[in-house]
Structures are given as structure tokens and as C-alpha cells.
């Protein structure tokens, strides 16, 4: 007997293959984009980093000296750029975090775990030594799950976590790079940022896809009070 509300399923095996249609496409299109064939012929990890590079670029968030905190930061191509602009000498240093496992990366410390639990920020602490970021990076997005005031209201909880990390972490004058989404979220979070920088600006980098909603908010001149 079909399930009711579906007088005419579909079977499993023709699903399956529009699955497998659909994940063929992508992998097609994903393979032809610039950016990964760049990625892959300098040696990272994913396109991603082209992002940063644009942001630094224009803005030169990175220095010789620079403090870096990676928030989600696997599967780690925002670290490796990190690492290759800061350098082994000035007493710079990259603190990577994520919940999922990464291959390590020379010259970045990575602690596996969620930056909002209490154990991971004190191992970020003791990984910085008594001092305090210059930057903050966070290229995270919440489980998505279709439904978008649910995703919106993920998206919306996701940075208000880190803005709480910045709190502790980020020293006065830091700046703060994050990922957002267009929306109501990202209006409310640009609001509570405008009140703790001097100097906020969202920024569309080349590499983000034209479809994508994705902006990034680069925060300056951290005023050291997130209340």
C-alpha cells in the first residue's frame, strides 16, 4: 500500500539516479569553476581562499606580527593563506578551530572542537599565550535546513556566537572578518556591529558566486565591548 499523501511514489531506484543526476551536474560545474582549478594548482585546500585573498588584498587585514583566530576554519584554506602572509618570524600566530577533523597545516595550531563550549575557548586561550587577536575570521555557515526563517534564525544565533567569542578574544582595535547572509539576519547583526567598531563594511568578493547570497562583513577598530 502507498504511503498516504503519496497515491503515486516514485521508486526508489529513479530517485536514487536523479540523485546521483543532480550530484554529477554539480561535480561538473565545480570542477570547470576557475577557482577550484586555481585552488588546486597552488596547493589549497578549496576555493574559498580566493575570498580572503580579495578582502586582504584590498583592505590588508593580514600582517607579519598578525594574531589569527580561524573560526570553523576546516577544511583549512583560509589558515593556509593566513600562514603563508603572517610567516614563521615577527611572533605571528594562527589558531585554527572546527568540530571536524583537519590535516594539519604548518605554522597554525589547530584545536578540534566548538569555539562556543567552555573547554575549547580556554585551550584557545592557552594557545594564545595572554594575548589577544588581531583578527578574527570566521567563513562559517549554519546546518541549512530549507526553511528559511529557520535558517535565517540559525544564521542569526551562528554570529551572535561569535560575536560572544570577540568579547573575549579580540583585542581593542581587532577587526573581525565573517560570512553572512542577505537578509534580515544580516541587517541585525551589521546593527550590533556598527555599535562595537568604528568601522564596518560589507564586502562581495569576486569569488563568491554571482547565484550566492553570501556577503562578508569586515569589521574594524574593535571598541573592546560587545554589550
Same mark, same amino acid.
Request: aromatic fraction near 8%; glycine fraction near 6%.
Given at each position: 500500500m502507498a504511503p498516504?499523501?503519496?497515491?503515486?511514489?516514485?521508486?526508489?531506484?529513479?530517485t536514487r539516479n536523479r540523485k546521483r543526476g543532480k550530484t554529477g551536474?554539480?561535480?561538473?560545474?565545480?570542477?570547470?569553476?576557475?577557482?577550484?582549478?586555481?585552488?588546486?594548482?597552488?596547493?589549497?585546500?578549496?576555493?574559498?581562499?580566493f575570498k580572503l585573498e580579495h578582502i586582504d588584498r584590498k583592505y590588508r587585514l593580514l600582517k607579519p606580527a598578525s594574531v589569527v583566530v580561524d573560526l570553523g576554519a576546516a577544511p583549512g584554506s583560509w589558515s593556509q593563506y593566513a600562514a603563508a602572509r603572517i610567516g614563521g618570524g615577527g611572533g605571528g600566530r594562527i589558531i585554527a578551530v572546527d568540530r571536524r577533523?583537519?590535516?594539519?597545516?604548518?605554522k597554525v595550531n589547530f584545536i578540534r572542537g566548538d569555539f562556543t563550549?567552555?573547554? +575549547?575557548?580556554?585551550q584557545i586561550?592557552? $594557545? @594564545?599565550?595572554?594575548?589577544?587577536?588581531? !583578527?578574527?575570521?570566521?567563513?562559517?555557515?549554519?546546518?541549512i535546513s530549507g526553511i528559511r526563517i529557520c535558517d535565517q534564525a540559525r544564521a542569526e544565533t551562528l554570529q551572535y556566537? +561569535?560575536?560572544?567569542?570577540?568579547?573575549? $578574544? @579580540?583585542?581593542?582595535?581587532?577587526?573581525? !572578518?565573517?560570512?553572512?547572509?542577505?537578509?534580515e539576519a544580516a541587517q541585525a547583526i551589521r546593527g550590533r556591529l556598527d555599535g562595537c567598531?568604528?568601522?564596518?563594511?560589507?564586502?562581495?568578493?569576486?569569488?563568491?558566486?554571482?547565484?550566492?547570497?553570501?556577503?562578508?562583513?569586515l569589521a574594524r577598530g574593535y571598541a573592546g565591548d560587545m554589550n
Open positions: 498516504y499523501g503519496s497515491p503515486n511514489p516514485v521508486p526508489a531506484d529513479m551536474q554539480w561535480a561538473a560545474r565545480h570542477n570547470r569553476d576557475p577557482y577550484v582549478q586555481r585552488a588546486r594548482q597552488a596547493g589549497f585546500r578549496a576555493r574559498a581562499v577533523a583537519m590535516r594539519a597545516i604548518e563550549n567552555e573547554s +575549547v575557548v580556554a586561550a592557552t $594557545a @594564545l599565550e595572554g594575548r589577544l587577536a588581531d !583578527l578574527v575570521l570566521s567563513d562559517m555557515i549554519p546546518d556566537a +561569535v560575536l560572544e567569542f570577540c568579547r573575549g $578574544a @579580540l583585542k581593542p582595535g581587532g577587526q573581525l !572578518l565573517t560570512k553572512l547572509f542577505a537578509g567598531f568604528e568601522q564596518v563594511r560589507t564586502i562581495k568578493p569576486d569569488a563568491s558566486r554571482s547565484q550566492s547570497r553570501e556577503i562578508y562583513c
